[in-house]
């Protein structure tokens, strides 16, 4: 592991759009702690985030010979060093336990579903499609941006070639 950084402060590898990476973010600024920023593009990992954290993702806080590299510990951490507001060392157990069980719910059962536009957009442009002056005209901005992206896609294009129709003893075609 490469050794900690010359000035002593925690250094702290973030992406800037991940949201892991934000709500870490947040508490080491809520917290006042400062730290070395590193912050990197995930698909050109730096070696050194690599040496420390394998899995290669963000965020990274690396305390002298302690790597914290799940966001929720970062947090925790954080909290630990300076709670000006009351965030946990003010919460009871109870309101703990709630919070705790809000966090879980949001990353088991919320953030898996935002990774499944795949299958909900074939519906969605479906139902566009239905009435398509008024869907565009319609205050659903975020989902018709969306939409729009998706259907921009190049995976889409490619899947939405249009082959001839198959009929018993037709030679093979390929796809995609």
Known sequence: MIGPNTNELPIFYSFRRCP????????????GVACELREVVLRDKPPSLLSYSPKGTVPVLVLGDQVIDESDEVMKWALRQSDPDGWISQASEEVLEEANELVALCENEFKPRLDLDVALMPFIRQFANVDKAWFDSCTYGYLIDWLEKMLSRPLFAS??????LWHEGDPLTLFP
Do not use: C, S
């Open 159 to 164: 899947v939405m070639a249009k082959y001839p």
């Open 20 to 31: 892991y990476a934000m709500r870490a973010r947040m508490t080491l600024g809520y917290a």
